[in-house]
């Protein structure tokens, strides 16, 4: 009766008296009970929520689950206010110094919750939970950390970044990245002091760590310089540092896009062109690219940046790779105003720094469909709504058909129908009917094997007809004894 909410009232209020004794069946009456509270709401005379003495009472049990169950209902109350958390979080601070790990855990994961819409009523805790930071469970210190972080005012930032110089090489990536967020959370709050805190995540950019991890650092610095225009220049300078030895390309682009961006905006926008040719000359091609592409928004923002740009530019039609030569002779006549995109200085600025307002598979389709003549390709002609494809037209793509309908030229009627004629063709089938309804073909086997098998399910009044479609993608191999095969297949397809 779960779903009853009469029901459920009715068995709350009748063991909430002091019937139940287990902790098991406390903890699951206690569930029930905020379950109830939820749906009723708040009393508009009193001001107070029915049952909540009972999940107050609860916080005073002699069995630890039950208290922990009681505590975190209570935070999860909507509109919770300070005088309903107080009991709560007091029986949490407790917990944070007990001497078993999962009730410091619990403890502490429950108030890292709260401290996200109430820092002010977790405040007395931080004592207990700057001693867990060295912690040896690193889920507890990464927890404590960040409630830390959360609650903290400006004047303990410092304190706390001290700490965690040693602690953020002891913890996985994981945690490493909510750590990071906390930090952006904790700038954002207090932005005087963004120096501290950009530098930390500067120096934790230049340690070990994988692509995540990484990728969350290089998020943060940037919503920190479009959210606080003092920490523009500085934060622009960790980002070229960190690309010197970047090894993730996307990263690398992604900054160099940035860059592109912000840099010309500086006040001193030619210290940054030596990190960006850097890229020309030290990384990959797609990274190349992408600095050839920097380099032009810097020659179209800054007058006296153009002639030096221009003689990186010329250096880069020598390239290996075409794009990089293509992008490197477009921007060159694109900055001379030689183009036809680049008739004024507008053009120029809105083609380098304007979004694509086509689809990218409409744009991919017209150009494939664009005869080479003496008219030019224009973006203008590419459809700019997206035409969803059919599923079975997806499933297709790229594939040989197996079922009836690649046989037949020209168009058809519809698949059900080729199916249909086929299966009324077989004798066995003949006296089933009406096809009702024809599946799209379900793969059975992975794209790399070497024989594919489909199945196509057909629906009929009273029976279902499985149509299995092998294909043999080896032409040296002849598969024998396919009968038997698909025995073995249809009975794990029906045990499936």
Do not use: W
Not at 16 to 32: D, E, F, H, K, N
Not at 201 to 215: A, P, Q, V
Not at 216 to 239: N, Q, T, W, Y
Not at 349 to 367: I, M, R, W, Y
Request: proline share 4%.
């Amino acid at each position: 009766r779960q779903n009853d909410r009469l029901a459920v009232s009715k068995l709350v209020t009748s063991l909430t008296r002091g019937s139940v004794r287990s902790p098991l069946a406390q903890c699951l009456l206690i569930r029930y009970t905020s379950q109830v509270i939820r749906e009723s709401g708040v009393n508009t005379q009193g001001g107070d929520r029915p049952f909540f003495d009972f999940l107050e009472s609860c916080l005073r049990n002699k069995a630890e689950m039950v208290i922990l169950e009681a505590a975190r209902a209570i935070t999860d109350l909507n509109g919770v206010t300070s005088r309903e958390l107080t009991p709560a979080i007091t029986v949490l601070q407790l917990f944070l110094s007990s001497s078993k790990p999962v009730l410091r855990f619990a403890a502490v994961r429950t108030l890292n919750k709260v401290a996200s819409t109430h820092p002010l009523a977790v405040t007395n805790c931080n004592i207990d939970m700057e001693s867990l930071i060295s912690d040896q469970n690193r889920s507890i210190a990464t927890l404590a950390i960040t409630t830390l972080l959360k609650t903290g005012n400006e004047s303990s930032v410092d304190r706390l970044m001290k700490q965690m110089t040693n602690f953020m090489s002891d913890i996985a990536d994981e945690f490493k990245i909510v750590v990071v967020e906390a930090i952006r959370s904790l700038c954002l709050k207090f932005p005087l002091k963004y120096r501290s805190l950009m530098n930390f995540l500067s120096n934790i950019l230049r340690e070990e760590g994988g692509f995540d991890y990484k990728k969350a650092i290089v998020d943060s610095i940037i919503i920190l310089i479009r959210d606080i225009p003092d920490a523009k220049e500085s934060g622009l300078f960790h980002l070229c540092e960190f690309i010197e030895d970047c090894e993730f390309t996307y990263l690398s682009t992604q900054i160099l896009h940035f860059l592109g961006n912000e840099g010309p905006k500086t006040s001193d926008p030619s210290k940054y062109i030596r990190y960006i040719y850097n890229r020309v000359i030290l990384e990959n091609a797609t990274v190349r690219a992408s600095a050839v592409s920097t380099l032009a928004k810097f020659g179209a923002l800054v007058d006296a940046l153009k002639p030096r740009i221009f003689v990186l530019l010329r250096r880069c039609l020598f390239d290996g790779d075409d794009e990089v030569r293509d992008r490197a002779t477009l921007y060159i006549k694109l900055l001379d105003g030689e183009a036809t995109v680049g008739e004024t200085e507008k053009d120029v600025t809105d083609f380098l720094f304007g979004s694509l307002d086509v689809p990218l598979a409409n744009l991919e389709a017209s150009l494939r469909n664009y005869e080479p003549s003496e008219v030019p390709f224009d973006i203008s002609s590419v459809p700019k709504e997206t035409k969803s494809q059919p599923l079975a037209e997806k499933k297709a793509t790229g594939k040989k058909s197996t079922g009836p309908a690649s046989a037949v030229n020209g168009p058809v009627p519809t698949i059900d129908a080729s199916y249909e004629k086929l299966l009324s063709s077989i004798p066995e089938f003949a006296g089933f009917g009406k096809l009702f309804k024809s599946s799209t073909p379900f793969e059975l086997t992975e794209a790399e094997t070497e024989y594919s098998v489909n199945v196509v399910k057909h629906i009929y009044d009273g029976h279902v007809v499985l149509q299995y479609n092998c294909t043999n993608t080896i032409p040296e191999q002849l598969l024998e004894e396919v009968s038997n095969f698909f025995h073995v297949i249809c009975l794990q397809y029906v045990i499936f």
